[in-house]
């Protein structure tokens, strides 16, 4: 099928569903998760929120990557410089590596405890395999790497790197070529203006 430098419907849809619930996760999991007392009922309640969110990102993130191979993006614009495409597409194979790899770890530091993953009050996620059977040293080490990386280094290279994402597209709406219209099903191509 020709391009029609428009990503299809189904890859919009994606886009913005994936972005709002990872702006929505890392708000919660900041100002709503975090001040929450250590093993409370709340706590309880509310990571219970955050690891319903974070599996249906990992979920739609998966179905994101199948649609990508499936029906590949349309070429960036032939205008855009080198060095822009290079940044855009470092941007965008990192940003499918956050949205995956963030959920999976979290996956993983949920599994190394014996409690139940509920997804959404429906029904009961599955554990990762061998991680609740670890020994507790074992189990400590694991807990603490991947929940450093987890919860600081790679939320914050989502956050920093979205600020560069959102920035990139601004700028070039503003300077050309722009990009909005390939993502927005509502806006118009420039050449049709
Ligand atoms: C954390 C939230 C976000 C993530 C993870 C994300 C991720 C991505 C990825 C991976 C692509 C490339 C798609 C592909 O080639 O498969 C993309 C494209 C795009 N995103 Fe985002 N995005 C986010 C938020 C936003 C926001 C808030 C805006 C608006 C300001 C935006 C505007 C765009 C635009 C305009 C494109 C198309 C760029 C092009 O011309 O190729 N994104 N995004
Ligand atoms: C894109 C998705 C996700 C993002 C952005 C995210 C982000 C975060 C953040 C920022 C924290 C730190 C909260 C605090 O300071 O107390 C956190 C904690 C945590 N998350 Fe996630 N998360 C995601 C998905 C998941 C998933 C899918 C699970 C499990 C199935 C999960 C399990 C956990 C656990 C167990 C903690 C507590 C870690 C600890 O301190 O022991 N997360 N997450």
Known sequence: ???????????????WTIAALIILQIGYAWWGLAPLKED??????AL???FSIGLTILLLSLARLG??????????????????KTMARL??????LLIIGIPLGGWVLASLHPDPIVYFDLFEWPHLPFLSG??????????????????VILVWT???????????ALKDQISGPPVFWRMLPFLRPPFER
């Open 91 to 96: 941007t965008h194979t990192l940003f499918y």
């Open 48 to 50: 219970a929120f955050h």
């Open 134 to 151: 670890l020994d507790k040293p074992a189990s400590h080490a694991l807990h603490k790497a991947v929940g450093a990386m987890h919860t």
């Open 1 to 15: 099928m020709p391009s029609t430098g428009r990503y299809n419907g189904l890859a919009i849809g994606l886009h």
């Open 67 to 84: 649609v990508r191979i499936a029906a590949p993006p349309p070429p960036l614009p032939a205008d855009m410089p080198g060095f822009e």
């Open 158 to 168: 989502t956050v920093v790197l979205l600020a560069l994402h959102i920035g990139g």
């Open 40 to 45: 409370s009922p709340e706590q309880a309640q």
